[in-house]
C-alpha cells in the first residue's frame, strides 16, 4: 500500500508516523514545500528569543530519524492532484501515484488589504524563511509595528517584546486575542502588556504603509508611526489552491467527515487544512491549532490502517497563551451557549480571570487568566463530558476547583 | 538549616508590614516555635500588660521541622498572653497552615498593636497585606473560609481564623485554622480578635529548603517514622481511635472527671468513647466516624473526621451541619459529655463542630458549662439567669443551646463566655471553678492521677495537659509505668515531661510523637536539619530554658506561689469510686520537692544558680 | 516488567508526605507546589485523593509537544519531560485532560511525573500504602476493589500505618 502525505508539518508527520507503526509493509511518503527538515511553527517564537536555534524547531530531532523509521521525505510541492487517477503532480516535475493521501497542507497567513504590506521590511511571521528576516531586525531600540493581535500576533508579541524592540500592536477590534477571550479578559492582557511597555492600539486600523526608510504606518486615527519592522498576523487561510478544479471538496478548509475522510474515496485530510468536526459545536470547523493538527493526523492515519473504527467525536477548540508572564488559555465554547449557565470570576489588580460555562450538568468550555496548575482537566472535564452534579453548584460557588470536580466524579470517593 | 530566618512583623495600629531577619542567636538557645516565640514575646512586652489591650503582641510560630518530612511536622504555635489566666499562653496546632507559613519564608509573625478597622493578613510568599475584613467580620469560621477562598480564588490558601465568639470577647476563645484545626486553649482566639484581626490567610510556595544534611535528614526521619509505625499506641491505637482511645482507659482507671468533677467515674463513659464512634448509628445505620486523618506531615493521623446524624434535634433541617468535619478528640468529649453528664455522641458532635464553627476551646467551653450547671444545681442561678435553660447535668439541650450562645456571644452565652472562675465569682460560688490560674482542666481527675495534679497547679499556661503529660507513664506505662494513686517521685516525674514537652513544642512536631519518640528520637532529626549540633541533652536544656523563662514571666505579670494550687474539691472532697476511691490530690507532698528539683526558692522562683546555669540572664 | 503507581484514595489521610517526598527529590524543597503528585482533599466527604500522571497510553502530553520534549522512557516507560528541549510552550499542559503536566515559571518548562526514574519516592514515604509501586497489571481496579469489598458499609473507616522496611532514599538528580 502507498500511502503519499502531502504537507510535512505536525499533522503530516505524525500520520506518518502513525501508518509507519500500523502498516509495516507500506510505503510511506511525505512531499513537503519548505527546504529545512520538517519543523514546527509553534517553535518559531521561541526561535525568534534565541532560545534554541532553527533545529531547536525540527519536530523530531535525530537527523536520521525518518530514514531510520522508513519514511520518505521529499522536498517537492504538491502543484495538482488527479484524483481519478490516484496521481499527484509535483514542483519539479512529474508524478507521484498513491493508495491513499492525506492532505495535511497546513494554512498561509492572510495578507490583509492594506497598501504597502509588499513593501520591503514588512513580514508575516509564519514560516523559519519568515523568521530568518524578522530575527535580523528584531534589534533592541528597533521600531516594529505588529498588525494584528489574534493569537498568532499575541504569541509573536511576546517574543518581539522580550527582544527589547519599541512595540506598537494595533488591532481593529476593541480586544486582545478577540477569538480566544472576551471582553474582560481580553481588556486585561491588554492592560498587562501596556504595562508591559508595549504600546497597545486597539479599535485601531492601519490604513496604508509608506516606503521610506524607516517605513512610516498610518492609522485610522491619524496618527503616524515610523517603523523599521512591520509584521503582520491577521488571520490564516488553509492551503487548498493546489486542489483548485479537482473535484475535491473545499468550505473554509478541505470538507472531511467524521473518519477524516475528504469527499474523495481514500483521501483524507488533516491540520489546519482541514475543516473537522468540532467537539464543542458538533459542526465542522477549521480550527488551526497545533494539538488538533496533531489529533487529526493520528485520526486520519488509523482510519486508513485500521478501515474506519475511530468515529471522530471532534476537537475541544483550546489555546494556551503567554504575554509577558500572564497566561491565558480558553477551550470550547468558552464564549457560552444559549440558555447555559456561567461563572465568572476576575481580580483585576492581580490580573487573575477564570470563566466556566455550563450546559445543563456538564461544562462545554472555559478561559482563565493566571491559571496554570492542572488546567488539562479543563480539556478533560469538556471531552469526558462528565456529569457534574452537585459539582456544578460547588464550582459555580469556587470555579478553581476543578481537579477536585474531575475527582469527585470519575473516583469512588464515597 | 530548616529555619527559613525571616520574620514578618506586622503593626496592626499603623497598618505596617516589615520583614526582619530572625535572631540566629536564641534560634540555637531556644530552638524555634514554643521556646523561641515566647523568647521573643518574654523580650518585647510588659508582663503586667492587659491581654487584650494594645501592648499584648501576637506570635504565630513555626519550628525548625515544620513543613519538612520529619513525621507531624506540621505544627504551629500561638504564642501571647493569655486573657483567661493573664500568663504567658502558647497553644499548638496541627492541620496545614503552619507548614503553609514557613514555604512562604516566615519562622513567625508577629503581631503587634491593634488595628483601628477590622482586618485579615494575606501572605503570599514574600509578600504580605493588610486587608480590609468587613465582609467577615461578625461571621463565624466556616463562613469566613468560604468567603475568603471566594475572594482569593485559590483553593489552595490556607486560614486560619476566628469566629463570632472571639469577636464578642468570650475569654476562651481559640484560633481555627483550615476549618477545624485549633489553638485552642488560653483565649489566644481572644487576643487576636482584640486587635481587630479576623484572619491570617496563607499561600507559600517557596518550600522548606536548606536541610544540613539532607540524605540524613530523609534517614532520620524515616528511621523516626519506623518507630511511629512499629508502636502500639502511635501505629494502632490513635489511627484506629484518636485520642478517644482514652475514654475507656482513664474511666476505668477512676480519673474521669465527671459532673464538674464531682466524681471520678462517668456511666455514660461507653457511650461517647472512641469505640462508640465506630458503632453505627441506629437511627441511620452510619457509624459517626468516617475516617481518620492526617495533619501535614504526619504519619499517625489521629485526627477524627465525623458526622451527625441529619435527623438528630441538633441540625434537624440545618444542612450546613450534616457533612463530615472534624470530630470529637478525647479532651473534647471529656468537657463536653462525662463533665456535664451528657452521655449523646451526636449531641457532643455538634458541640464540638459549633466550638469549631465559631472558635472555642471545646475544654473551656464544656468544663464552664460543667461548673454553669453546678451553679444552677445548687440554686446559684435559676432559669432567671440562663434565659430560660434548664442548666442539669446531662442535659443535650443545654449544652446544645449553650453552645450557640457562646458562638454567637448572645444572652446566657456572655456569661459562660467568661469561664468558669469568672462565672463562679460572678455568681458567688468561685469553689465551685474547676480551674488552676483561671483555666479549665482537661481530662484528667488529679485523685485517680496524682501526678496530673502537680502538673496541672505548675502549668505555665494554667491548668493543661499539654504540658506534662504524665499519664503516659502514670497510665500507659510510657516510657515507665508509675503508680498513679502515689504522689511519690512525681515531682521529678512531672518536671521531666515539662522539660521535654517543651522541647518538642519548641521542635515543630506533635507532641503525640512523645508515645513513641523519646528525646532520643527527636535529636538525629534535629541535628541533621539545623546548623550546630543537637543532642538529647541540649534539647532538655532547652526545655528547662524555656520552662524557667515562662515562669519568669508569669511572676513578672504577678503569679506567685500561692498561684501553683488546685481548686478546694480536688485536695479535699475524696474520689467516691474506682480504683481512687478515697484518695485526695496530695499536691501540698509534691509542690515543695517540684520547686526543690526545678532549683527554684521555697517560693517558687528560680534561683541565681538555676538562671546562670539556663543562661537565662 | 513495567511497573506503575496504584492510588488508593480510599488509603490516604491527606498527610501530604507523598507532595513533600516528590519535591524533594526533584526540586531539592520540601515544597508541595512543586510537587508532581497532589492530594486533593474533599472536606465534606472526608475524603482524599493523591493523583498525578497515570503514564496513559494515550500521552497525550507527549504528542502535542511540537519539540519532541516528551519522550517514553525505555526503562520505566514513563513518559519523560527532556528539559533541555522544553521551550515551554505550555501546550502539552491543555492537552493532557487529567491536568498532570503543569508549568513551572521559576524554570519556564513543563514538569510531571517521571516515576523517580524507577524508585518513586512517594510511595515510599506514603505511610498508609495510599501509594504503591506495583506491577502495571495488577494496578489499580483489583486492589481497589480487594479494599472497598473489606471495609462493609455501615462501620467507620481508618486506616493505620502499613508494615514496611525501613526505606532508602537516594537523590537521582542534583
Ligand atoms: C508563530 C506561530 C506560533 C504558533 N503557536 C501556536 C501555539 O502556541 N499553539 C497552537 O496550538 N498552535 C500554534 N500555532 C499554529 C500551529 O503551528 C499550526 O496549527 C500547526 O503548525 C498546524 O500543523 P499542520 O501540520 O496542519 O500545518 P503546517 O505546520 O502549516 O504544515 C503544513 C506544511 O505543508 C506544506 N505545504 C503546504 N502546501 C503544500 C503543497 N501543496 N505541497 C507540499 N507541501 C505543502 C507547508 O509549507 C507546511 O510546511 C502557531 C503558528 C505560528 C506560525
Ligand atoms: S501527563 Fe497526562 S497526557 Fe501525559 S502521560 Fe501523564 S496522564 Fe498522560
Ligand atoms: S511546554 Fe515543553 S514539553 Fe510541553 S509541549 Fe511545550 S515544549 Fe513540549
Ligand atoms: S503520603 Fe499517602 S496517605 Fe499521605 S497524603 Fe500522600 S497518598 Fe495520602
Redesign the interface.
Known amino acids: 500500500m502507498d500511502h503519499l502525505i502531502v504537507g510535512a508539518g505536525?499533522a503530516g508527520v505524525?500520520a506518518a508516523e502513525y501508518l509507519r507503526k500500523h502498516d509495516a509493509s507500506g510505503n510511506v511518503t511525505i512531499i513537503g514545500d519548505e527546504p529545512e527538515p520538517p519543523y514546527?511553527?509553534?517553535?518559531i517564537p521561541?526561535y525568534l528569543v534565541k532560545?534554541?536555534d532553527e533545529a531547536?524547531?525540527?519536530?523530531?530531532?535525530d537527523p536520521g530519524y525518518y530514514d531510520n523509521l522508513g519514511i520518505e521525505v521529499v522536498k517537492d510541492r504538491v502543484n495538482a492532484v488527479d484524483f481519478n487517477k490516484r496521481s499527484a503532480s509535483l514542483g519539479s516535475g512529474g508524478t507521484r501515484g498513491y493508495d491513499r493521501m492525506i492532505i495535511a497542507t497546513g494554512a498561509s497567513p492572510i495578507t490583509p488589504p492594506i497598501a504597502g504590506v509588499d513593501l520591503p521590511g514588512v513580514y508575516h511571521c509564519w514560516t523559519l524563511d519568515d523568521a530568518r528576516h524578522i530575527i535580523k531586525l528584531m534589534e533592541s531600540g528597533n521600531n516594529v509595528v505588529l498588525i494584528g493581535a489574534g493569537f498568532i500576533g499575541s504569541i509573536i508579541l511576546e517574543a518581539l517584546a522580550k527582544s527589547g524592540v519599541n512595540l506598537t500592536v494595533v488591532e481593529t477590534e476593541n480586544r486582545m486575542v478577540p477569538r480566544m477571550m472576551n471582553d474582560v479578559a481580553g481588556g486585561l492582557i491588554k492592560d498587562w502588556c501596556v504595562n508591559k511597555g508595549v504600546n497597545v492600539l486597539t479599535s485601531t486600523r492601519v490604513q496604508s504603509i509608506e516606503q521610506g526608510d524607516p517605513l512610516t504606518v498610518n492609522l485610522d486615527n491619524g496618527d503616524h508611526i515610523s517603523a523599521d519592522m512591520v509584521i503582520t498576523a491577521t488571520g490564516v487561510a488553509s492551503n487548498t489552491d493546489f486542489l483548485d478544479g479537482s473535484g475535491i471538496k473545499i468550505d473554509d478548509g478541505i470538507v472531511v467527515d467524521e473518519f477524516m475522510q475528504t469527499s474523495i474515496d481514500g483521501v483524507y485530510a488533516a491540520g489546519d487544512c482541514a475543516q473537522g468536526k468540532d467537539f464543542s459545536t458538533g459542526g465542522f470547523n477549521v480550527q488551526a491549532i497545533?494539538?488538533t493538527a496533531?489529533?487529526h493526523g493520528?485520526l486520519a492515519a488509523s482510519n486508513i490502517v485500521h478501515g474506519h473504527p475511530q468515529q471522530h467525536h471532534g476537537q475541544v477548540n483550546?489555546?494556551?497563551l503567554?504575554t509577558l508572564?500572564l497566561?491565558s488559555?480558553s477551550?470550547g465554547m468558552w464564549m457560552g451557549v444559549e440558555n447555559g449557565d456561567v461563572v465568572e470570576?476576575v481580580?483585576r489588580k492581580k490580573f487573575?480571570y477564570?470563566n466556566l460555562q455550563f450546559e445543563d450538568d456538564y461544562l462545554v468550555g472555559a478561559s482563565a487568566l493566571g491559571l496554570?496548575?492542572?488546567?488539562?482537566?479543563?480539556?478533560?472535564l469538556i471531552?469526558?463530558k462528565i456529569k457534574l452534579k452537585e459539582w456544578k453548584q460547588k464550582l459555580q460557588?469556587?470555579?478553581?476547583?476543578?481537579?477536585?470536580a474531575?475527582?469527585?466524579n470519575t473516583?469512588?470517593?464515597? | 538549616m530548616a529555619w527559613t530566618q525571616k520574620i514578618l512583623r506586622v503593626n496592626l495600629s499603623e497598618g505596617k508590614v516589615d520583614s526582619e531577619p530572625l535572631n540566629m542567636e536564641w534560634a540555637q538557645s531556644y530552638l524555634g516555635q514554643r521556646g523561641l516565640a515566647s523568647k521573643y514575646l518574654v523580650e518585647e512586652i510588659d508582663p503586667k500588660c492587659d491581654p487584650l489591650g494594645p501592648d499584648n503582641k501576637l506570635i504565630f510560630t513555626t519550628g525548625p521541622l515544620t513543613g519538612t518530612m520529619a513525621s507531624t511536622g506540621g505544627r504551629y504555635s500561638v504564642v501571647t498572653k493569655g486573657p483567661l489566666t493573664g500568663a504567658i499562653a502558647c497553644s499548638n496546632s496541627g492541620g496545614y497552615l503552619g507548614p503553609e507559613l514557613k514555604m512562604a519564608g516566615w519562622d513567625m509573625i508577629i503581631f503587634e498593636g491593634k488595628s483601628p478597622k477590622p482586618v485579615y493578613l494575606f501572605v503570599n510568599n514574600d509578600s504580605a497585606e493588610l486587608l480590609p475584613a468587613d465582609a467577615i467580620w461578625g461571621k463565624t469560621v466556616w463562613e469566613a473560609d468560604k468567603i475568603l477562598h471566594d475572594v482569593h480564588q485559590d483553593s489552595q490558601i490556607r486560614i486560619a481564623c476566628v469566629g463570632r465568639s472571639a469577636e464578642a470577647g468570650c475569654l476562651y476563645s481559640a484560633i481555627i485554622n483550615d476549618l477545624h484545626r485549633a489553638a485552642g486553649r488560653s483565649g489566644v482566639g481572644t487576643v487576636m480578635a482584640s486587635k481587630n484581626l479576623k484572619a491570617l490567610v496563607c499561600r507559600g510556595t517557596k518550600g522548606v529548603g536548606n536541610i544540613k544534611d539532607p540524605m540524613g535528614f530523609m534517614q532520620a526521619t524515616e528511621n523516626g517514622k519506623k518507630i511511629l509505625r512499629e508502636n502500639a499506641v502511635t501505629g494502632a491505637g490513635l489511627p484506629q481511635y484518636g485520642t478517644q482511645v482514652l475514654m475507656n482507659v482513664i474511666n476505668e482507671t477512676g480519673a474521669l472527671p465527671t459532673n464538674n468533677m464531682q466524681k471520678v467515674q462517668f456511666a455514660g463513659a461507653s457511650k461517647i468513647s472512641g469505640e462508640a464512634m465506630h458503632e453505627p448509628r441506629k437511627s441511620d445505620g452510619k457509624p459517626n466516624l468516617t475516617t481518620n486523618a492526617a495533619c501535614f506531615g504526619c504519619t499517625i493521623a489521629c485526627g477524627r473526621i465525623s458526622t451527625i446524624d441529619k435527623n438528630h434535634f441538633t441540625v434537624q433541617n440545618k444542612p450546613e451541619y450534616w457533612g463530615s468535619s472534624g470530630g470529637l478528640e478525647y479532651e473534647a468529649a471529656w468537657a463536653l459529655g462525662a463533665d456535664t453528664g451528657v452521655d449523646d455522641l451526636d449531641t457532643l458532635t455538634y458541640a464540638n463542630f459549633v466550638c469549631n464553627e465559631d472558635g472555642m476551646d471545646p475544654i473551656s467551653f464544656g468544663a464552664t458549662v460543667a461548673a454553669a450547671m453546678e451553679l444552677f444545681e445548687t440554686g446559684a442561678i435559676s432559669t432567671k439567669e440562663t434565659g430560660g435553660i434548664e442548666f442539669k447535668f446531662g442535659s443535650s439541650e443545654a449544652l446544645a443551646k449553650a453552645v450557640e450562645l457562646v458562638a454567637a456571644g448572645e444572652g446566657f452565652g456572655k456569661d459562660l463566655g467568661l469561664g468558669s472562675k469568672r462565672l463562679c465569682e460572678k455568681y458567688g460560688r468561685p469553689e465551685l471553678s474547676m480551674t488552676v490560674k483561671g483555666q479549665e482542666f482537661p481530662a484528667y481527675d488529679p485523685r485517680g492521677i496524682q501526678g496530673m495534679g502537680l502538673a496541672y497547679a505548675t502549668s505555665n499556661r494554667g491548668a493543661c495537659h499539654l504540658r506534662g503529660y504524665t499519664v503516659a507513664s502514670e497510665i500507659l506505662g510510657i516510657p515507665e509505668k508509675t503508680d498513679p494513686l502515689v504522689p511519690d517521685g512525681k515531682a521529678g516525674l512531672v518536671k521531666a515531661f515539662q522539660d521535654a514537652t517543651a522541647a518538642f513544642d519548641s521542635a515543630g512536631i506533635c507532641i503525640f510523637t512523645s508515645f513513641a519518640w523519646s528525646l532520643d528520637d527527636v535529636a538525629p532529626q534535629i541535628n541533621t536539619a539545623c546548623e550546630g549540633d543537637w543532642s538529647t541533652e541540649r534539647l532538655l536544656e532547652i526545655g528547662e530554658r524555656v520552662w524557667n523563662m515562662e515562669r519568669e514571666f508569669n511572676l513578672k505579670a504577678g503569679f506567685t506561689k500561692k498561684d501553683d494550687n488546685l481548686p478546694p474539691r480536688l485536695t479535699t472532697e475524696k474520689a467516691d469510686s474506682g480504683p481512687a476511691a478515697g484518695k485526695v490530690n496530695e499536691l501540698d507532698k509534691m509542690l515543695p520537692e517540684y520547686y526543690a528539683v526545678r532549683g527554684w526558692d521555697e517560693q517558687g522562683v528560680p534561683t541565681t544558680d538555676t538562671r546562670q546555669r539556663l543562661g537565662l540572664s | 516488567m513495567l511497573r506503575a503507581l496504584s492510588l488508593e484514595p480510599d488509603r490516604c489521610t491527606g498527610c501530604l508526605q507523598c507532595e513533600m517526598a516528590c519535591s524533594y527529590e526533584n526540586e531539592g524543597v520540601f515544597n508541595p507546589a512543586k510537587s508532581r503528585i497532589k492530594v486533593f482533599a474533599f472536606h465534606t466527604e472526608g475524603r482524599f485523593a493523591p493523583y498525578t500522571c497515570t503514564q496513559c497510553d494515550e500521552a497525550w502530553c507527549l504528542k502535542a509537544c511540537p519539540v519532541d520534549a516528551i519522550v517514553i522512557n525505555s526503562e520505566t516507560g514513563a513518559k519523560d519531560v527532556l528539559e533541555d528541549v522544553c521551550v515551554g510552550c505550555k501546550v502539552c499542559t491543555i492537552a493532557c485532560p487529567f491536568g498532570t503536566i503543569n508549568y513551572n515559571s521559576s524554570s519556564g518548562k513543563v514538569i510531571k511525573c517521571d516515576l523517580c526514574g524507577g524508585d518513586p519516592w512517594c510511595a515510599k514515604a506514603c505511610p498508609t500504602g495510599a501509594i504503591t509501586y506495583v506491577d502495571a497489571d495488577s494496578t489499580g481496579l483489583e486492589r481497589m476493589r480487594a479494599w472497598a469489598q473489606n471495609s462493609p458499609s455501615g462501620s467507620a473507616s481508618f486506616v493505620t500505618p502499613t508494615e514496611k522496611d525501613v526505606q532508602h532514599y537516594e537523590r537521582v538528580q542534583l
Open positions: 505536525p505524525v514546527s511553527r509553534m517553535a521561541y532560545r534554541i531547536g524547531t525540527f519536530l523530531r530531532k497545533q494539538p496533531v489529533e493520528k483550546m489555546n494556551v503567554d508572564g497566561i488559555s477551550f470570576r481580580d487573575r477564570i496554570t496548575d492542572r488546567i488539562g482537566v479543563l480539556r478533560g471531552q469526558s460557588n469556587d470555579p478553581t476547583r476543578l481537579m477536585e474531575y475527582l469527585a473516583q469512588a470517593l464515597g
